[in-house]
């Protein structure tokens, strides 16, 4: 199945809401992470100190084993330093208790994985409604911003489609989708073109490309690809740990 086409250049994604962070949306001082494995501490990472201003499109490249993996879990609130302190927006999120991580990772942060990680007994629209169940929104107001989305990512004419109907390109834009529904002020991307023919890819980079410099939103994507990585505006290193 063809994948559609990327929206055109006249449409308008929903701006970045108005208490968006006008300073850095991420500061992480001195992160470090490792774990005990028997008797021995593994260091996964090591005094990471960086900051991605509001509106940045960033890349974190790294090999495999590298550290950038548990970077991008810390930054996504999935995962905990075991020291350093990282604000989110202007808050400190290392204090946080579980229950507040987690109402700060669905209000914050709209996520887009290598696996598309789509229901697939619901339909796209549905799909990228899920995290907006959990916030305040009225369902009406709701759904039409989802089908709005559904348009902005060219797949107007998708929202009643089930995963299996849809392309791997398409089940991405529905990622995508789905990551905006609830405005967040930070995109992360983990190998979001990992499953994509090289063509395919280059459309989801482009789209990613194109909210970041017309919806203002922070984008940061991490991977291990060249050609992913060159979409990006700043270009952040990890290797064994450190960024470099």
Known sequence: MADSPSPPPSSTLPATPPGAAAGPVVRLEDISKSYLLGDVRSHVLRDVTLSIAAGEFTAIQGPSGSGKSTLLHILGLLDRPTSGNYFLCGENVATLDDDALSARRNATIGFVFQ??????????????????????????????????????????????????????????????????????????????????????????????????????????????????????????????????
């Open 115 to 244: 696996s598309f990680y789509l229901i697939p007994y619901a339909t796209a629209l549905d799909n990228v409604l899920l995290p907006g169940m959990y916030a305040d929104t009225p369902k009406h107001l709701l759904r039409q911003r989802g089908l709005a989305l559904l348009e902005q990512v060219g797949l107007a004419d998708r929202a009643g489609h089930k995963p299996s109907q849809l392309s791997g390109g398409q089940q991405q834009r529905v990622a995508l989708a789905r990551a905006l529904i609830n405005n967040p002020d930070l995109i992360l991307a983990d190998e979001p073109t990992g499953q994509l023919d090289s063509k395919t890819g280059e459309e989801i980079m482009a789209l990613l490309a194109d909210i970041n410099a017309r919806a203002g939103k922070t984008v940061l994507v991490v991977t291990h690809d060249d050609a992913t990585a060159a979409h990006a505006r700043r270009r952040i290193l990890v290797h064994d740990g450190r960024v470099v």
